[in-house]
Nanobody
């Protein structure tokens, strides 16, 4: 089992920045890829970004490419999502998830999930 806890969400104006954190505990975190997903009001959950277990590979959704950066610090068992140039359409609950796989992009591939953190971007 891997337990995940997100933090860092909040209210920000359009154009601003936030950094989300995903703290992990439980089994060896360095063996797991981690992904960020989001679910906006009335929308389905969508993939945002993923990082490999070692951190040497990442993949970003087109909607956030060039604005969001995923990274990890395995010494701290933490994955980050740096979000810059935020837009109102980025408003959503953001979830981190862990998978014993290589850069999965589908939510069904992730067995472990955090509880989510709310990000609200005002125009």
């Amino acid at each position: 089992q891997v337990q995940l806890v997100e933090s860092g969400g909040g209210l920000v104006q359009a154009g601003g920045s936030l950094r989300l954190s995903c703290a992990a505990s439980g089994r060896i975190f360095t063996s797991y890829a981690v992904g960020w997903f989001r679910q906006g009001p009335g929308k389905e959950r969508e993939f945002v970004a993923a990082i490999s277990y070692s951190g040497d590979s990442t993949y970003d959704a087109d909607s956030v490419k060039g604005r969001f950066t995923i990274s990890r610090d395995n010494a701290k068992n933490t994955v980050y999502l740096q979000m810059n140039s935020l837009k109102p359409e980025d408003t959503a609950v953001y979830y981190c998830a862990a998978a014993y796989s290589y850069l999965p992009r589908a939510s069904r591939q992730y067995p472990f999930w955090g509880q989510g953190t709310q990000v609200t971007v005002s125009s």
